[in-house]
């Protein structure tokens, strides 16, 4: 399962959080094992970086976790609470990755021990590859924030473009 929700400063901000993210990629991932290059991405903590735009996306997603967290805990559309602290909820890493034409993303893999991750597709040319959850095919779209189980096996395969670009993140759950 995946929740979707459109960041509404899309248009507004997304050029400029493709610029902040290209000027801090750091480090290659792992494409070889692919038979391949890797994207890069940014250091683990871009939510720290005090990066005006970044800030402004990450209050965003916090903002819309309590509803998120909803639509996971409800069987059907009812959003049906559960008596659990809607706002403890924390973005505990956030990055940057790029990929361009031929690169891959890392292989396979979940994010566990955390409770949620995102994905924002800052942006999706034509020839964006799809990223995969749990053997589900999902597109996409520039100004889509997809919202996932962090246990979720997920992957991105061989890119079709240059400047594939999103912000990634890991969220907790505060007891």
């Given at each position: 399962m995946v929740v979707n929700c459109q960041y509404p400063k899309a248009s507004e901000l997304n050029a400029v959080l493709y610029n902040r993210v290209s000027e801090n990629l750091q480090v290659q991932?792992?494409?070889?094992?692919?038979?391949?290059?890797?994207g890069e991405r940014t250091d683990w903590n871009l939510h720290e970086q005090n990066i005006k735009e970044?800030?402004?996306?990450?209050?965003?997603?916090q903002h819309v976790l309590p509803d998120v967290s909803k639509k996971f805990a409800s069987k059907d559309d009812?959003?049906?609470?559960?008596?659990?602290?809607?706002?403890a909820f924390e973005i505990a890493q956030c990055w940057g990755v790029r990929y361009n034409k031929d690169e891959y993303g890392?292989?396979?893999?979940?994010?566990?021990?955390?409770?949620?991750?995102?994905?924002?597709?800052?942006?999706?040319?034509?020839?964006?590859?799809?990223?995969?959850?749990?053997?589900?095919?999902?597109?996409?779209?520039?100004?889509?924030?997809?919202f996932f189980i962090a246990s979720q096996y997920h992957s991105v395969n061989q890119n079709g473009c240059?400047?594939?670009?999103?912000?990634?993140?890991?969220?907790?759950?505060?007891?």
């Open positions: 991932i792992p494409g070889a094992d692919r038979g391949g290059t890797g970044i800030d402004d996306l990450i209050s965003w997603i009812d959003n049906i609470y559960f008596g659990y602290d809607l706002n890392p292989i396979e893999h979940n994010h566990f021990p955390y409770t949620l991750s995102f994905v924002y597709y800052v942006r999706t040319p034509d020839g964006s590859t799809p990223v995969i959850i749990e053997n589900e095919t999902y597109a996409v779209n520039e100004g889509t924030c997809i240059d400047g594939r670009c999103a912000i990634v993140g890991n969220i907790i759950y505060r007891f």
